[in-house]
């Protein structure tokens, strides 16, 4: 574990040196998620004498705590098949009937097994008031949202292309997902709960942050805390590119920084492994809640200084003293998506510009860019320049225009965009990115978007 933690801090040093975003040498970017593919090895994590973690059974993680005369279960995985396998390797450890399941929050990963924890006898089922909250009332954008999280998890790459989810592993059984839902039967109030199951004391405590209807559940006894997904091994996803509407960032550090308060023993995220002892733990929490709240405060302090997100999602950084922090490399979420996510989420879509209260079509935008290059041919010339160049980002912006131009070889601009996107792919440690890009060319590719790509 050493040794995975100092490889990890050398890489993002290296990373940050190189671009200060996740753009590194590509041989070292497989390396930094094939070495962050440890957090999801599968196994179970003994936590404390009574609590069991399986990790790596699926995208997250499932728990068991034993008590007197039955046993708990923190989160579910995404489907009844992970789970029964997940509950099984629970079972050497203690064969008494499940008393309660226990839902951090409404996402799929941690709901969808359920029924595979049920025997003779109908657990309670805990959720928050909210449950149910975290994708919003509406569906309108479901099938594009579907498309989108295809390629953030990178569900389609082939197992070369393939390397992890950032928090979890590739290449998890999802064909059952949602199928073992079962919905919650008692509802922890806004102001929390404490009760004993199973001769288990246990805390509910609400905790809003990547879902509205998030908690942390605390054992004040054996001072484990499970975090659910305001915690886990890389700087957060504030913002989720499969297309999510705003997360309370503000809430999520305030969450997070509550945490840290209780001085757990032993922290239980809702993705990869535990963190043990009281001073990993705490120093893990304050730094992650610290960590968020200082990309809030930098944007906010931007905006307010006029700035528009895509300035800022290059100059908001995350503070020096943080950069050897395994937990807050940008293997999931990223600082500049964050940036562009707090802008909108506080003051919508518009940047201040007047030049951008109407800006051209793309069409006649690409039309005068092509003009200004001196016509199509000049563009498409410095469009392939880029490419061999490997200025990968600006071969897709003038691939991007030269597609809508009448006189142009789109054929040409959808190769040289494909090419840039696994340029840009092999390039990128920040899993979501690397698989938004390969699917996308893949797509390309394939024909799947001859009518409309961009
Ligand atoms: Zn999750």
Redesign the pocket.
């Known amino acids: 574990m050493k040794t995975l933690i100092a490889t990890l801090c050398l890489f993002a040093t290296t990373a940050s040196v190189a671009n200060g975003q996740t753009q590194v040498d590509p041989e070292i970017a497989l390396r930094m998620l094939n070495a962050q593919q440890q957090q999801f090895e599968r196994g179970i994590v003994q936590v404390a004498d009574n609590v069991f973690t399986a990790v790596g059974f699926h ?2 993680n499932t728990s068991m705590i034993v008590g007197t005369d039955g046993v708990i279960i923190v989160d579910t995985l995404k489907g009844p098949a992970s789970a029964a396998v997940a509950y099984q390797a629970f079972r050497q450890y203690s064969d008494k009937p499940v008393k309660a399941i226990i839902y951090t ?1 409404s ?1 799929g ?2 709901i969808g097994g359920a029924s595979a924890f049920v025997g003779d006898q109908m657990p309670d089922i805990y959720g928050t008031e909210n449950f149910g909250s975290a994708e919003g009332v509406t569906k309108a954008a479901g099938p594009i949202k579907q498309k989108r999280n295809v390629r953030q998890f990178g569900r389609n790459l082939s197992p070369m292309e393939s390397t992890n989810r950032g ?2 592993p590739s290449g998890t059984i999802d064909d059952d997902g949602g199928n073992g839902f079962l919905p919650p039967t008692i509802t922890v109030p806004n102001t929390g709960l404490k009760t004993t199951i199973a001769g288990v004391e246990i805390e509910f405590h609400l905790g809003p942050g ?1 879902t509205d209807d998030a908690m942390f559940i605390w054992l004040p006894k054996q001072k484990v805390l499970f975090s ?2 305001n915690f ?1 091994s890389s700087f957060p996803n504030l913002y989720a590119i499969r297309g999510t509407a705003y997360r309370d960032v503000l809430s999520w550090s305030e969450s997070v920084a509550k945490m840290a308060e209780f001085q757990p023993q032993s922290l239980v995220p ?2 990869t492994l535990p963190i043990q002892g009281q001073s990993a733990s705490v120093t893990a929490l304050t730094d992650y809640s610290e960590a968020i709240r200082s990309v809030y405060d930098q944007t906010v302090r931007g905006i307010n200084q006029g700035k528009g997100p895509d300035q800022l999602a290059h100059e908001v950084k995350l503070p020096k003293r943080f950069k050897d922090k395994p937990y807050l490399i940008e293997f999931y979420g990223s600082v500049p998506h964050a940036v562009r996510a707090i802008y909108s989420g506080l003051l919508g879509w518009y940047d201040g510009n007047p030049t951008t209260l109407s800006p051209m079509e793309p069409k006649l935008k690409a039309q005068k860019i092509a003009e200004l290059a001196g016509g199509t041919q000049e563009l498409t010339e410095r469009m392939n320049a880029a490419l061999d160049q490997q200025d990968f980002q600006w071969a897709l912006e003038l691939s991007d225009h030269l597609k809508w131009l009448d006189d142009g070889d789109r054929k040409l601009a959808r190769n040289v965009k494909i090419q840039s996107l696994r340029g840009l792919a092999a390039r990128e440690y920040n899993a979501p990115n690397r698989n938004y890009y390969l699917s996308y060319a893949n797509e390309l590719e394939s024909g799947e978007l001859s009518e409309l790509w961009f």
Do not use: Q
């Open positions: 995208g997250a929050h996402h990963d941690h928090v979890a990547e659910g997904d886990y809702g993705h």
